[in-house]
């Protein structure tokens, strides 16, 4: 991982993001957890209050040579609604909001051109909230790699899948063989 560079990003549930970025060519490791809140180490029983300030987030370490962060941002803002305000679908609450937390210039830049070339996909707004990364605390183990070990569970398979079937439509030449 030496040439790797971190995103951080949430798009609603972590378990989402998680199993559709981790499918990417590229990606080299990626975490659940928390951030954007002034909580020090929630639980995650504690963000679902929403009272922490934190989204759900993942953090991902890519190699650039493969992916660019330009191409991680425009399939996280293409995988799920940016434009519903601190909800995805039945998770509701800002712990579910759009968020893309920069750690450099470079990547503020590039969030705010993929932001105005993906918006004519979309009839309303998009209200992905943009600040600068501080802090990530990592979520629980049984929040890691959830998809891929609970594939048969509901959640998985009526909000997941179709997320992953849509993955494989739009970006197939960035997937994982």
């Keep these: 991982m030496e040439n790797s560079t971190i995103a951080t990003f949430g798009g609603g549930c972590f378990w989402c993001i998680e199993a559709v970025i981790q499918r990417l060519k590229g990606v080299e490791s990626i975490q659940s957890g928390f951030s954007g809140g002034f909580i020090k180490n929630p639980p995650y029983r504690e963000v679902c209050t929403g009272r922490t300030g934190h989204a759900e987030v993942i953090q991902v370490a890519f190699n650039p040579d493969i992916i660019s962060y330009h191409d991680l941002i425009s399939i996280f803002m293409t995988s799920h609604d940016p434009t519903t305000l601190n909800r995805q679908g039945g ?20 969030a ?25 605390y990592q979520a629980e183990d049984d929040h890691q790699n959830y998809y891929n070990e609970n594939r048969d569970a509901r959640y998985c398979q009526v909000v997941i899948d179709p997320k992953i079937q849509k993955l494989n439509k739009m970006y197939a030449d960035k997937l994982i063989g």
Excluded at 100 to 105: G, K, R, W
Excluded at 115 to 131: C, G, N, R, S
């Design 91 to 110: 998770d509701k609450g800002t712990q579910y909001r759009s968020i893309v937390l920069y750690h450099d210039e470079k990547q503020k830049e590039t």
């Design 112 to 136: 705010e051109k993929v932001f105005q070339e993906v918006q004519p996909a979309y009839p309303e707004p998009i209200v992905t909230e943009l600040k600068p990364f501080e802090v990530f």
